[in-house]
Every structure is written in structure tokens, then in C-alpha cells.
């Protein structure tokens, strides 16, 4: 007769598949070209929610999803906004769960897109724009305004990724973030993979958030890369960025 787990039996045996699938190297190699390759058909930008592009992995996306529920977070922070996608998501998952406000920053955030960020009032009301850039006093100033004292917070850094903007991010945001807390540095997959040739960036290899993320911890002590998260992805554009504050 097959075996009927518990709850309990079951994420021990997931736990312990995760780990095994994290120790096969050809496999996490073959899921690094996968990416690369499919990158060159612009992959991350072909999904929406509520029917903006997220231009994130919906493995990544899962795993803030689980972030979210585990942490109860009354801020989420993102840098980089994008087309809204993300905005859009973190709102749905708050509107269940609870939670004050969702802060998007980038330096260029189109009329346009503000519409339609705010035409859907349930989901929207929770959402707070800032347009400028993510490492000026002002915007953080006006970040401290909203947040106040909390520091159930998730901040998330997406927006310019090359090693000195992220690093800047990192000393300017981790500050919001309390013990139990996360900070994800994304897109940490550049060192990893070769530079993409169909779209030009400042960013690549020796110069992206993976590198800003291993000098920041030479100073920093308070996070850790959360492996548990990381371990059963297998696909995901966050490796080691999943940072989890230990103090």
C-alpha cells in the first residue's frame, strides 16, 4: 500500500528532494542556459497580472508569494517598477492577507501606466509612486514618511543593477528591514550567465548585484541568504539574493 504522508513527513521529504536537487550541478547548469537562451526571447517579459508585464520568473514570483505569506510584511518597498506587474501582485496578495502600503520607486514612471495602476481602486489604494531615483535623500526621506517605525518591511532591489548602484541600495535599504524580515537583491543571475548581446545594459559580468551583494557582506553581518528558498527554485534570477535578516 502506498504511504500516506502527514503534512509534516511531506515537507521533510520535499525539504530533502530540494536539497538533493540543488547538489546536482549538471542540473542547476542546465537551468542557468536554459535561462540565458530563453532570455534572448525576452522570457521574463512574456507574463502579466492583471495584465501588466512583471518581467520576473514566476519561480521567483512563487517565492515572494511565500516571503509574503510567511513574514506578514506591512511595507513592501520595490525599486524599479517597471510596467506595475509586480505593484499589481504584491497588492492582490495584501488584499488577502493585510498590509498598509506597497512604495514603488523608479526614475521614470509614465502617465499612462500611473492610470492604470489606479484604475483598479481595491487593488490600488495600497500602492504608493514615487518617481526618481532610489539612492536620493528625498526619495528615501519620503520613505521614512510612510513607513514610520515599522520595520516589518520587504524591500526588494530591482532597479539599475550595476555594482555600484546596488550596493548603494543595499547600505541605503537594508536600514528598513527588521529581524525575520527580507531583502531580496535581484537579478543576481548576470555574474552567472553570459552578457546579453540582443539588449545592451551598463550591467554584466564583474559588475552586477551579485558582486555588489558579496562586497556588502563583507561589512554587513545582520542577513543571510535564505538556501531553503533558493534550494528548491531551481530556476530563478535572485541565486544568493534571497536575503533574510538575522538581527
Given at each position: 500500500?502506498?504511504?500516506?504522508?502527514?503534512?509534516?513527513?511531506?515537507?521533510?521529504?520535499?525539504?530533502?528532494?530540494?536539497?538533493?536537487?540543488?547538489?546536482?550541478?549538471?542540473?542547476?547548469?542546465?537551468?542557468?542556459?536554459?535561462?540565458?537562451?530563453?532570455?534572448?526571447?525576452?522570457?521574463?517579459?512574456?507574463?502579466?497580472?492583471?495584465?501588466?508585464?512583471?518581467?520576473?520568473?514566476?519561480?521567483?514570483?512563487?517565492?515572494?508569494?511565500?516571503?509574503?505569506?510567511?513574514?506578514?510584511?506591512?511595507?513592501?518597498?520595490?525599486?524599479?517598477?517597471?510596467?506595475g506587474g509586480q505593484l499589481l501582485?504584491?497588492?492582490?496578495?495584501?488584499?488577502?492577507?493585510?498590509?498598509?502600503?506597497?512604495?514603488?520607486?523608479?526614475?521614470?514612471?509614465?502617465?499612462?501606466?500611473?492610470?492604470r495602476l489606479y484604475s483598479n481602486?481595491?487593488?490600488?489604494?495600497?500602492?504608493?509612486?514615487?518617481?526618481?531615483?532610489?539612492?536620493?535623500?528625498?526619495?528615501?526621506?519620503?520613505?521614512?514618511?510612510?513607513?514610520?517605525?515599522?520595520?516589518?518591511?520587504?524591500?526588494?532591489?530591482?532597479?539599475?543593477?550595476?555594482?555600484?548602484?546596488?550596493?548603494?541600495?543595499?547600505?541605503?535599504?537594508?536600514?528598513?528591514?527588521?529581524?525575520?524580515?527580507?531583502?531580496?537583491?535581484?537579478d543576481t543571475i548576470v555574474e552567472?550567465?553570459?552578457?546579453?548581446?540582443?539588449?545592451?545594459?551598463?550591467?554584466?559580468?564583474?559588475?552586477?548585484?551579485?558582486?555588489?551583494?558579496?562586497?556588502?557582506?563583507?561589512?554587513?553581518?545582520?542577513?543571510?541568504?535564505?538556501?531553503?528558498?533558493?534550494?528548491?527554485?531551481?530556476?530563478?534570477?535572485?541565486?544568493?539574493?534571497?536575503?533574510?535578516?538575522?538581527?
Amino acid at each position: 500500500m502506498k504511504k500516506i504522508y502527514t503534512r509534516s513527513e511531506f515537507n521533510d521529504h520535499l525539504n530533502n528532494s530540494a536539497n538533493e536537487m540543488n547538489n546536482d550541478k549538471q542540473l542547476k547548469q542546465d537551468a542557468l542556459k536554459l535561462i540565458a537562451k530563453a532570455d534572448e526571447y525576452n522570457w521574463l517579459h512574456q507574463t502579466t497580472w492583471f495584465g501588466e508585464p512583471i518581467i520576473n520568473l514566476p519561480q521567483d514570483m512563487f517565492a515572494l508569494q511565500e516571503i509574503i505569506f510567511k513574514t506578514r510584511p506591512e511595507y513592501i518597498i520595490e525599486l524599479g517598477v517597471a510596467w506595475g506587474g509586480q505593484l499589481l501582485f504584491f497588492s492582490t496578495i495584501m488584499e488577502i492577507l493585510g498590509g498598509k502600503k506597497i512604495i514603488g520607486v523608479d526614475i521614470f514612471i509614465p502617465d499612462d501606466l500611473k492610470e492604470r495602476l489606479y484604475s483598479n481602486k481595491k487593488l490600488s489604494d495600497r500602492i504608493e509612486l514615487i518617481t526618481g531615483s532610489s539612492i536620493e535623500e528625498e526619495n528615501i526621506n519620503k520613505i521614512k514618511k510612510i513607513v514610520g517605525n515599522s520595520k516589518k518591511v520587504l524591500v526588494i532591489l530591482d532597479s539599475h543593477h550595476t555594482h555600484d548602484h546596488v550596493l548603494k541600495e543595499l547600505n541605503l535599504y537594508e536600514q528598513f528591514v527588521g529581524k525575520g524580515y527580507y531583502l531580496l537583491c535581484a537579478d543576481t543571475i548576470v555574474e552567472l550567465i553570459p552578457k546579453n548581446k540582443y539588449r545592451p545594459r551598463d550591467w554584466g559580468p564583474g559588475n552586477n548585484p551579485m558582486s555588489a551583494l558579496e562586497e556588502f557582506h563583507k561589512s554587513n553581518d545582520r542577513f543571510i541568504s535564505d538556501t531553503e528558498i533558493e534550494n528548491k527554485l531551481l530556476l530563478s534570477c535572485n541565486y544568493k539574493g534571497y536575503l533574510k535578516a538575522i538581527k
